[in-house]
């Protein structure tokens, strides 16, 4: 058993029905899995309990109950008080939540509503068994709009999608991991992001071994945004940056801040990174029919995607260019008006959501949010479990847009999806603070882990 996040490498995870299938072949090996899953629940609950209180066991009727049940045994027989049922009890040490676990499909019943109530109204913290109650494991949403906020969640046998995307982090505090000594035997659903590799650099390096980034956006009142990305290209350790703003005077500089950034476009386009779309304002639509059919690599983001979005002519040159040369990186309001629906459902299933996406345009998506998705076509979804509430601040979107085409200006021969999974989940790293970070403050700290 451990504490799960941050990461040290990437995990498995699998959906609802990949875990009942490694379960059941798991009892068949191992009939004595619900006696370890319910030790390893005690065990937990013994270490995070607050004051002599007894430990309240919420049961429910089916196996997430039955680990709660063992669990109370093992802490009867350590000499510790319990109570099981689903009204409190004075003063609990603790809360193990173990109504609802894996098999839910819909809203919980009233009956287990009220004792979801009672738990996160008595006091003690909450050690939620597997999955926080009446949260949905494939998706991460409430279900029916109701779920237990916990401290603690222990998962266990297999990490599901749901703990890390959608509402899982805010309803599972801290999670923890006990696979029970069972390894999977099957592939996953998807991919929990780890630290991507640092590649090196060659000694006898120069700039032009680094390649060549082109930031195109900034529309007059919205230069910050541009100039945001092409700062954080620069940082990630791209050659040359380019930074052509819509609407600059000839004799602006690209970026006051930053003379190493240069005005206009490249004069060899075809070898660029473009990184289209930052603060661009509804005057990108012109650029796009030009540049789409010609960068080699692209990073499509902000108001190039609505552009698209309302465009069906561009929406035909995306689905055109190279497999593996295209990277989309929407917010949901953005994603979903990509996908012509509203974005409460499409937030209902950000999974779903990010796949539907990669295979509509035939390229690789990062849906941000918390658990942010990465999908392309052909490869197994990734989730980023790193990053929290501080990136929530204007420009850490063009940061991540920006230090992207950096990263794929110094690999060249990578594809799209292995570079979102890098950038997303460094950008989520140096995001994590206790504190709101400043979009300039956070390419400074992805420069520094770099």
């Not at 008080?81 to 676990?101: E, F, K, R």
């Not at 923890?176 to 998807?190: K, Y």
């Not at 791209?238 to 500089?253: I, K, N, S």
Request: net charge neutral; hydrophobic share 45%; proline share 9%.
């Amino acid at each position: 058993m451990r504490p799960l996040l941050p990461t040290t490498t990437t995990l498995p995870l699998f959906d609802v029905a990949a875990s009942r299938r490694i379960e059941a072949r798991a009892l068949v090996r191992s009939p004595d899995l619900m006696e370890r899953a319910g030790l390893a629940i005690a065990k937990l609950a013994l270490a995070l309990r607050r004051g002599e209180g007894p430990v309240w066991v919420a049961c429910g009727p089916g196996n997430n109950g039955g680990d709660g049940r063992v669990a109370a045994r093992w802490l009867g027989l350590h000499g510790t008080p319990v109570h099981i049922g689903h009204d409190a009890p004075q003063h609990p040490a603790i809360v193990i939540d173990a109504l609802l676990g894996l098999g839910l499909n819909r809203a919980p019943a009233a009956s287990l509503r009220a004792a979801m109530a009672a738990m996160q109204t008595c006091g003690a913290p909450i050690l939620a068994v597997d999955l926080p109650s009446g949260l949905l494991a494939d998706t991460g949403q409430p279900a029916g709009g109701h779920a237990v906020r916990a401290n603690h969640t222990l998962a266990l046998l297999t990490l599901k999608p749901g703990l890390f995307t959608g509402e899982g982090r805010a309803h599972c505090g801290r999670i923890w991991f006990d696979d029970l000594g069972i390894a999977p035997d099957e592939p996953p659903t998807a991919d929990l992001l780890g630290p991507p590799p640092q590649p090196g650099r060659s000694p006898t390096s120069h700039k032009g071994s680094h390649g060549q980034v082109l930031v195109v956006g900034g529309a007059p009142g919205m230069q910050g945004a541009a100039r945001l990305a092409a700062r954080a290209a620069l940082a990630s350790g791209a050659g040359r940056v380019y930074v052509d703003l819509l609407g600059r005077l000839a004799t602006e500089p690209a970026d006051p801040g930053r003379p190493e950034l240069m005005c206009g476009m490249p004069d060899e386009l075809p070898q660029a990174v473009g990184v289209i779309g930052c603060g661009a304002g509804p005057g990108i639509a012109s650029a796009l029919p030009t540049l789409l059919p010609q960068l080699p690599r692209a990073v499509i983001d902000a108001d190039a995607l609505n552009a698209i979005a309302s465009d069906a002519g561009l929406q035909v040159l995306l689905r055109g260019r190279p497999p593996g040369s295209t990277l989309l990186t929407p917010h949901p309001l953005e994603a979903a008006r990509l996908l012509g629906r509203d974005i409460a459902s499409l937030q209902d299933d950000r999974l779903a959501a990010a796949r539907e996406l990669a295979a509509r345009f035939a390229c690789s998506v990062v849906l941000k949010g918390s658990g942010t998705i990465v999908a392309s076509p052909g490869q197994r979804l990734a989730v980023c479990a790193s990053g929290g509430p501080a990136l929530a601040t204007a420009g850490s979107g063009d940061v991540l847009a920006g230090w992207l085409g950096g990263l794929w200006a110094q690999q060249p021969t990578a594809g799209a999806h292995a570079i979102a999974c890098a950038g997303v989940d460094a950008h989520g790293r140096a995001g994590e603070s206790g504190h709101v970070l400043r979009a300039g403050d956070l390419i400074e700290r992805l420069a520094a882990r770099h």
